[in-house]
């Protein structure tokens, strides 16, 4: 699309597409351990709630 672009000139734009590794990788990591962190969050909060037997009248 960007050779397109250029009527009249007979030279391509430099493009470079290069995959960062350590960055995706340290993005990556952050991301895997957010959601391990918000994963073991809501599964402590659904295992308080197994866990609390009280029985509750329901008021609406």
């Given amino acids: ?3 397109l672009s250029f009527t009249g000139v007979a030279a391509a734009p430099p493009a470079r597409f290069v995959l960062e590794t350590a960055g995706t990788g340290l993005v990556l990591a ?3 351990a957010g959601l391990a962190l918000v994963a073991a969050g809501v ?3 659904v295992a308080a709630q197994v866990r609390d037997t009280t029985y509750r009248e ?3």
């Fill in 1 to 3: 699309m960007a050779a």
């Fill in 58 to 60: 329901e008021v609406r």
């Fill in 43 to 45: 599964g402590g909060r």
């Fill in 30 to 32: 952050a991301a895997a």
